[in-house]
T-cell receptor, first 114, second 115 residues
Framework: NAGVTQTPKFQVLKTGQSMTLQCAQDMNHEYMSWYRQDPGMGLRLIHYSVGAGITDQGEVPNGYNVSRSTTEDFPLRLLSAAPSQTSVYFC?????????????FGPGTRLTVT | AQSVTQLDSQVPVFEEAPVELRCNYSSSVSVYLFWYVQYPNQGLQLLLKYLSGSTLVESINGFEAEFNKSQTSFHLRKPSVHISDTAEYFCAVSELIQGAQKLVFGQGTRLTINP
């Protein structure tokens, strides 16, 4: 049971480039989400999904796209990278939609945009 | 919408000293409260949570947090810290909006343990 996995661990992009951050979970969780972590700002929700085929925006969705074609995978796409997207990105999953459940986090992807 | 305030961005303490990390949230309606811990170069892990019942909740590694509804606080405490407790700690509140759980995080408190 690998839990939540993310690739790559590190990435450097030039302004304007695009890329996809991968996230997968093997716990059969319905709910998955993407956060970005910036110093002094905690974690902020980018996008989330409540099941395959269903996604919605979080607090800071601009510049990012997501899709959920399977229960296991939830990739995050940067369409045209900007320096403001330099951050650490975390994917998380949880078993149910109710508010009491623990979210399981991946190890993170550290992205630098120059 | 909920907001979470962690009053200290950094807390340095000596090993075996007590520590309190403070957390306040904005709403007095029923909420679920969490503390997550992030060890260096790792993702976040759940430390403890308050859902209902006893206002004092404990973790397996000696931390405890007390839910105080009147003060809308959920402070984290440990009576004697170890070097291994060095990490960043995040307080979070769960909001149920349109059927989806959303966690609102505080800014984080970096706990540094000095020998």
């Amino acid at each position: 049971n690998a839990g939540v996995t993310q690739t790559p661990k590190f990435q450097v992009l030039k302004t304007g480039q695009s890329m996809t951050l991968q996230c997968a979970q093997d716990m059969n969780h319905e709910y998955m989400s993407w956060y970005r972590q910036d110093p002094g700002m905690g974690l902020r929700l980018i996008h989330y999904s409540v099941g395959a085929g269903i996604t919605d925006q979080g607090e800071v969705p601009n510049g990012y796209n997501v899709s959920r074609s399977t229960t296991e995978d939830f990739p995050l796409r940067l369409l045209s990278a900007a320096p403001s997207q330099t951050s650490v990105y975390f994917c998380a999953s949880s078993y149910e939609l109710a508010g009491a459940n623990e979210q399981y986090f991946g190890p993170g992807t550290r992205l630098t945009v120059t | 919408a909920q907001s979470v305030t962690q009053l200290d961005s950094q807390v340095p303490v000596f090993e075996e000293a007590p520590v309190e990390l403070r957390c306040n949230y904005s709403s007095s309606v029923s909420v679920y409260l969490f503390w997550y811990v992030q060890y260096p170069n790792q993702g976040l892990q759940l430390l403890l949570k308050y859902l209902s019942g006893s206002t004092l909740v404990e973790s397996i590694n000696g931390f405890e947090a007390e839910f105080n509804k009147s003060q809308t606080s959920f402070h984290l405490r440990k009576p004697s810290v170890h070097i291994s407790d060095t990490a960043e700690y995040f307080c979070a509140v769960s909001e149920l909006i349109q059927g989806a759980q959303k966690l609102v995080f505080g800014q984080g408190t970096r706990l540094t343990i000095n020998p």
